[in-house]
């Protein structure tokens, strides 16, 4: 199987790199700083096992790689950077790709169905960091990341089983399931609190603002008649596979948008999680404050090059209760 990971960060990094030790054919694409580091010296991947070098190779666009049909694009940039990918892959890559997103939110399998017509979504729980140019971490013990995946909107195919069954073999769990947007919207959930966490300190409010953050999430997605998987079901999929854990000598960075703050990347993905909440509201007639709050704080902090945990949960919460 022939996979091209478009936007090799964090995610991006963990899974092509793992791909590529398992002898898969990845090519990662990349920008800047990061590229040149993948190109000049290859992608150094540390998790509590030790650090390895791997030769990927590693391109700047997807018009240096002589797409084919049947050939696998995963899509794991942030969603903000999605429709430029998309237009560079309809311009360059032939309509018979599949197209996966692996990717936080459920808007990009939206965008990517209007170009291709073999789309998948891919749930992705992998506690990652990509802080510093040509270097990934993956955090999580006994496997680095769980990727079950399904096509789009709903249903599995031999693609899907393939793509898991090259996922196991790079040492992931993954499993094909036709009902793959249950899992992404309830991880969606999970994701609500990136933001916060973003913005704000750990200060003892943090919690406080976290649970207004869900309880809007989950009315939302309630008014909008939108199943997920339970709570107790997500915690089963992962329990003793999943674990977080500190490498030795490694800084644990945040989520993926206080990430993107500390690197100063000029954009987070807020609009496509505490944002797809506000949008359900909108549409159903919920209220939604505190996420509307989050939203333009995360986009402030964008414009203002603010760094993470600039904020206080006391002071984010005394402007809601102005």
């Keep these: ?16 790199g793992r791909l590529f030790q398992a002898d898969h054919d990845v090519t990662l ?6 590229l040149a580091a993948l190109q000049s010296r290859g992608l150094e991947l540390v998790d509590a096992r030790g650090r390895v070098v791997l030769p990927v190779p590693a391109v700047g666009h997807p018009s240096e790689v ?7 694009v995963l899509l794991t940039m942030k969603s903000q950077d999605t429709a430029a990918a998309l237009q560079a892959l309809i311009t360059h890559a032939p309509a018979g790709i599949n197209v996966v997103c692996a990717q936080n939110g459920v808007e990009n399998e939206r965008l990517a169905l209007r170009s291709f017509a073999d789309v998948y979504a891919l749930n992705v729980i992998c506690p990652a960091t990509h802080l510093q140019p040509g270097v990934v ?19 599995s195919d031999a693609t899907a089983e393939a793509l898991a069954g090259a996922l ?16 992404k919207y309830r991880k969606l959930m999970l994701n609500l609190v990136n933001v916060a966490l973003a913005v704000c300190d750990e200060s ?24 997920t998987v339970s709570i107790e079901e997500d915690k089963a999929r992962r329990a003793g596979r999943i674990e977080s854990r500190d490498i030795e000598g490694v800084p644990r960075g945040g989520g993926s948008t206080w990430q993107s703050l500390a690197r100063g990347t000029g954009s987070v993905e807020t609009d496509y999680l505490t944002g797809e909440v506000v949008l359900l509201g ?10 509307e709050l989050l ?16 904020l206080s949960a006391a002071e984010v919460l005394a402007q809601l209760d102005d």
């Design 66 to 72: 002589a797409l084919a049909d049947g050939d696998v």
């Design 204 to 227: 003892p409010e943090l919690p406080d603002l976290v649970r207004l953050l869900r309880a809007e999430g989950a009315a939302a997605l309630a008014a909008a008649g939108i199943d």
């Design 168 to 183: 196991r073999s790079a040492g992931f769990d993954s499993e094909a399931r036709p009902d793959i947007l249950r899992w």
């Design 29 to 34: 694409v990349a920008r800047g700083e990061h």
């Design 282 to 291: 909108r549409l159903h007639g919920v209220p939604t404050p505190a996420s």
């Design 137 to 155: 971490v993956a955090h999580s013990q006994p496997v680095n990341g769980q990727f079950d995946l399904g096509r789009y909107p709903a249903g």
């Design 1 to 16: 199987m022939r996979v091209l990971v478009y936007g090799a960060g964090a995610i991006g990094g963990v899974i092509g």
């Design 295 to 310: 939203q333009r704080l995360a986009h402030r902090a964008v414009a203002e090059r603010l760094p993470p945990g600039h």
